[in-house]
């Protein structure tokens, strides 16, 4: 992509002294294929290991401005799930987060704003709410 791009995406890890857990749980009682799953143990390159067990379901990748074209996704699939949540954190000890990852490109920059719907969800789920930046060097303009 050559534009500003922006994804979000849930995710469930352990917490305290949980790094693995069965993610076919979650995705059961959650009733929602995961887009990634991470799994404690498997090889990220020739020297290290994952040292935990992630459970995501990811928003599609959008050149966009807008965080709401990211996060609403996330919103409508989770929102009616928040019992279900709750009670996954508590039996699997697990922590949820919210991630919003933005590629900035040239300085297009997006506007932060989250509104109440879905600050709420996250408040109703007890969600780390992480926002990651990349931003990639403006362009000299040709003259």
Excluded: C, H
Excluded at 83 to 106: C, F, H, Q, Y
């Amino acid at each position: 992509m050559d534009k500003t791009s922006l994804y979000a995406y849930i995710s469930f890890t352990g917490k305290d002294d949980v790094d693995d857990f069965p993610v076919e749980v979650v995705t059961a009682m959650l009733g929602v294929k995961p887009t990634r799953i991470l799994r404690m143990g498997e090889r990220i390159n020739d020297v290290r290991t994952r040292s935990f067990t992630s459970w995501q379901y990811e928003s599609e990748t959008l050149e966009t401005l807008d965080v709401d074209d990211v996060l609403l996704p996330i919103l409508n699939v989770f929102q009616e799930k928040t019992d279900s949540i709750n009670r996954i954190k508590k039996e699997l000890k697990l922590n949820v987060k919210v991630a919003l990852v933005i590629t900035m490109i040239d300085g297009f920059t997006p506007g932060l704003v989250i509104y109440p719907e879905f600050s709420k969800f996250a408040s109703d789920i007890n969600a780390f709410i992480d926002i990651d930046m990349y931003v990639y060097p403006f362009s000299e303009s040709e003259e």
